[in-house]
């Protein structure tokens, strides 16, 4: 079954650096989009980035020129680079993956990891 494992997470000072991997396992990884997501306390879960299958990679504005979305293929595994942290950042941060099947579109996510940017 498919399965999504964030680590990194933690407490940082604002301005600070943290880097968010999610190892994944049980469908073909190369072969997919890979995407992160945050959720902060009374807000809806936002699309923070995304790196296609072809190494393509997309942010949110809010993020954009801070974080840094990349994967290894050969460790299944998707990181988030997290430069300038700033306190808006704090959130849960889930890894996500939507596969495609016979049936549609299914979305798989991590336990989600949390991240704490003090000021």
């Known amino acids: 079954q498919v399965q999504l494992v964030e680590s990194g997470g933690g407490l940082v000072q604002a301005g600070g650096s943290l880097r968010l991997s999610c190892v994944a396992s049980?469908?073909?990884?190369?072969?997919?989009?890979m995407v992160w997501y945050r959720q902060s306390p009374g807000k809806q879960r936002e699309l923070v980035a995304a790196v296609t299958r072809g190494w393509m990679p997309n942010y949110a504005d809010s993020v954009k020129d801070r974080f840094t979305i990349s994967r290894d293929n050969a460790k299944k595994t998707v990181y988030l680079q997290m430069n300038n942290l700033k306190p808006e950042d704090t959130a849960v941060y889930y890894c996500?993956?939507?596969?495609?099947?016979?049936?549609?579109?299914?979305?798989?996510w991590g336990q989600g990891t949390q991240v704490t940017v003090s000021s």
């Open positions: 049980g469908f073909t990884f190369s072969i997919n989009t």
């Open positions: 996500n993956v939507p596969v495609d099947t016979p049936s549609g579109v299914i979305n798989y």
